[in-house]
Every structure is written in structure tokens, then in C-alpha cells.
């Protein structure tokens, strides 16, 4: 984790960050290695953004690994980043390759995707910058670590990359029919330009 984790305080914040999204994990496939069915993944490792391919790492059902740390990205730079990993080297039978592309899934295969089936990912925060840890409000002048490591969170389940989010957005509106539902006919552009975060003012609940 390149020490940033250290704190035990901020590595609780981190699992109450995890417990706040993991409500959205369901129906996760196992992806188990064996034989001929092999893989290797693509991760970005957090303490000093290098790649890494991990080999043959069984995942267990609804489960998605993830590799938190720290790393100087700046005084101007983000607060956090969120890399999710990718199937590198994958050899074996069919029905092996369709479990690791997409945990099971029926959805998220190909461009006209509807769904999402993760596995790992990693969440690099920013060392140049002042964390606060914990549930109350963040002191003056340092960031609040839970809401981030949330934010980043669900980048890696699928919010604002993946493409069954991409196929819900038209004209740089999101369109999703739940999130239309919510925000009404008054907030027409519930998206920033980058079409991968709320727009300002956006509200809800996780």
C-alpha cells in the first residue's frame, strides 16, 4: 500500500467505504483457474503505478479484489484514482473465457452491453494531499477518505467506464431509467462533460 494504509483508522475507513458499496455485488461468478484454463490480469499497482500480472488468481463469488495504496500524484494533481484491472493473457475453453470477460453476466459481453462483471481493480490515493479518516466531517483543509474510496469504488464497479454506462448515455445526457426517474424533468443532464461523474449538484444516497 506504499504506507498509506498503515493508520488502522484508515484502513476501517477503507472497509466502511467497501461495506457502503458492496450492496451492489450480486450474482458474481467465481472465476477458478485450472488445467488448461489459465489467465493472467493487467493491474496497476497502487504504491508506484507500475503494471503487474498477477497469474492464475482464483476469485471467489461476488468477489472483486481490490489493491488500495498511496502515491504522490501532486499538489494539483487528483485525490484519487481508480484503475480497474483487465484479462491479459487467457487461454482455455469457451465457457472459461465468456466466466473471466464477464463473472457470469449474461449482459456485459460486446458493444451492446447492459451489464458489468468486474474482478479487481486498484485505488491509488494521493500522499501530497491531507486525509481525514473516519465518519465525521473532515477537518478544515484535508479531504474526507470515505466518500473518495467510495467514489473510486464504484468507478471499478462500472460507473462512468464501463460499457453497458456508456450505452446510457446519449448526447452527453445520462439516461438511464431509474436515475431519469429520480431526477425529473428538471434536471435534464445529470453528467459532467467527461461523462464519467454527476454532475454538480447531483444528490442521493448509497
Not at 15 to 35: C, H, Q, S
Not at 171 to 186: I, N
Amino acid at each position: 500500500t506504499g504506507g498509506f494504509f498503515a493508520a488502522p483508522e484508515r484502513r476501517a475507513t477503507l472497509t466502511l467505504a467497501g461495506n457502503l458499496v458492496n450492496r451492489f455485488l450480486a450474482d458474481l461468478t467465481p472465476i477458478v483457474p485450472g488445467g488448461s484454463n489459465t489467465w493472467s490480469y493487467w493491474l496497476t499497482r497502487p504504491d508506484n503505478l507500475v503494471s503487474e500480472f498477477p497469474q492464475n488468481a482464483p476469485i471467489p463469488t461476488n468477489v472483486i479484489r481490490i489493491f488500495p495504496g498511496g502515491s504522490s500524484l501532486g499538489e494539483s494533481g487528483p485525490l484519487a484514482i481508480a484503475y480497474s484491472a483487465i484479462p491479459w493473457q487467457l487461454a482455455g475453453d469457451t465457457a472459461w473465457r465468456a466466466t473471466v470477460r464477464t463473472r457470469g453476466q449474461p449482459g456485459a459481453a460486446g458493444t451492446g452491453a447492459t451489464d458489468y462483471g468486474p474482478f479487481a481493480g486498484s485505488l491509488v490515493f494521493n500522499t501530497s494531499k491531507l486525509w481525514s479518516s473516519g465518519t465525521a466531517a473532515p477537518a478544515a483543509g484535508t479531504y474526507d477518505l470515505l466518500s473518495i474510496a467510495a467514489h473510486e469504488l464504484i468507478h471499478i464497479l462500472g460507473f462512468g467506464v464501463s460499457q453497458s454506462f456508456q450505452n446510457l448515455v446519449v448526447s452527453g445526457s445520462f439516461v438511464g431509467p431509474h436515475a431519469r426517474a429520480a431526477a425529473g424533468p428538471a434536471n435534464p443532464h445529470l453528467l459532467l462533460a467527461g461523462q464519467s461523474h454527476w454532475a454538480a449538484g447531483t444528490t442521493g444516497t448509497i
